[in-house]
């Protein structure tokens, strides 16, 4: 029964064309040669976005292969650079044209006023920031294994840690005032939940990082509109058997919740988006099958990001409860192995990228594929703002 309704009727006649609707990358590279901002839409007049959460300062080591234990060996590059998960979304958001602002706390040390500058370069608002006299600044270790494509992060917080009383109530409204969303990391639980409840008074969206199970944390979700987790995030939090039946739960837990995204690395991401009218048909379809059929519908020829989409319907996840929306697969890119430098960020501009789409009412068929071409971009150099693109980049003029 089931392989009967999910073959052939599954995607409209539309999806097929959704498939191939970003050019390839020979196209891509021909539109480079004219100007880029020649083409690109009008940002929004209302582009200002409050991020809450960690900064820091990585130290990053590439080295030929994760050492043993007592090896001694050498590094292959060596980069010192800003971090932290919102500073790095941040970052990304003012590259992409938007007007961030950052509510977190420093120490009045080098590595901190090394922090703020070079936010500050890249037109992040730092006037927020909490400097305090004494203390140390957040800094991680990250080393970044060229053999397997990963790395490791050993992260030292800083002290003293931000309290809600480092945040005045002027300061407050004014980190708000003019407002388009606020994005919370999930770090500073009490800070960010202070702002959180604040930013819903006046109605302000509220997009959260799940990035893993936090103090804290189950506060800022009942308050969100969108979420993005990681990929161990959605199971741990809601129990479900899978990646699909945990986001039907999500959306069933948290009833404010417009989308919620889980990014999968080089296997891309899912996102089940709820719909606000009732699908045409009354048949539930199982969320599990309808993800695997979406899944056999990815052309693994195309090496650009893309998408493939469910239309409107009932999700049912078994043992959970039903939830009408659509599912959608997102894919990355395929990255040449000559290319990829460090995963680092590459979530955190991911983030970023979708902020950006939220303020500009991209949908998602636009959204998905663009914010992979960003967290694509962010691998092909060394730390998590190396390669962070521009909107300007003649690599995102497609996906804009």
């Given amino acids: 029964m089931l392989s009967l309704v999910y073959t052939t009727p599954l995607l409209s006649s539309s999806s097929t064309t959704r498939l191939t609707s970003s050019p390839p990358r020979s196209t891509r590279l021909k539109m480079s040669s004219s100007s880029p901002s020649d ?30 234990p007592d090896d001694k060996i050498r590094t292959t590059s060596l980069k010192v650079q800003g971090g932290g998960n919102a500073s790095n979304a941040l970052t990304c958001v003012a590259r992409l044209g938007l007007s961030p602002r950052a509510i977190s706390k420093v120490s009045d040390d080098t590595q901190g006023r090394g922090i703020l500058e070079e936010l500050q370069a890249d037109g992040v608002d730092t006037s927020f920031v909490v400097v ?84 804290g944390l189950d506060d800022l ?55 606000v009218e009732e699908p045409p048909q009354t048949e539930e379809i199982d969320v599990e099958s309808l993800f695997e059929a979406l899944k056999q519908r990815k052309d693994d020829s195309i090496t650009i990001p893309t998408y493939i989409s469910s239309p409107v319907t009932k999700l049912k996840a078994s043992g959970i409860g039903t939830v009408s929306g659509r599912l959608f697969v ?60 521009y909107r300007t980049d003649p690599l995102l003029a497609p996906f804009l």
């Fill in 39 to 68: 083409s690109l839409p009008p940002l929004p007049e209302n582009r200002t976005v409050l991020g809450v959460g960690s900064m820091g300062l990585d130290f990053l080591a590439a080295v030929s292969s994760y050492p043993k």
């Fill in 132 to 215: 305090a006299e004494e203390g140390n600044s957040p800094f991680s270790y990250i080393i970044v294994d060229k053999e397997t494509n990963t790395r490791t992060c050993i992260h030292t917080p800083g002290y003293p840690p931000m309290i809600p009383d480092d945040l005045s109530p002027s300061s407050l409204s004014s980190a708000l005032d003019g407002a388009r969303l606020a994005y919370f990391d999930g770090r500073l639980h009490e800070t960010a939940l202070l702002v959180a409840q604040e930013a819903t008074r006046r109605s302000i969206p509220i997009l959260i990082e799940a990035e893993r199970i936090r103090e």
């Fill in 221 to 275: 979700l009942n308050l969100a509109e969108y979420a993005i987790c990681s990929v161990k995030f959605p199971q741990a939090w809601t129990e479900a058997k899978s990646f699909p039946s945990a986001l039907v739960s999500m959306l069933l837990k948290l009833p404010k919740l417009k989308f919620a995204i889980v990014t999968l690395g080089e296997d891309g991401c899912l996102m089940l988006e709820r719909s």
């Fill in 330 to 389: 997102g894919t990355a890119e395929k990255i040449p192995p000559s290319e990829l430098v460090d995963t680092t960020g590459a979530g955190d501009s991911f983030i970023g990228a979708v902020i950006y789409a939220v303020c500009t009412n991209m949908p998602p068929e636009k959204m998905l594929p663009f914010a992979a071409q960003v967290a694509a971009a962010c691998c092909r150099g060394l730390g998590a703002r190396t390669s962070l693109p």
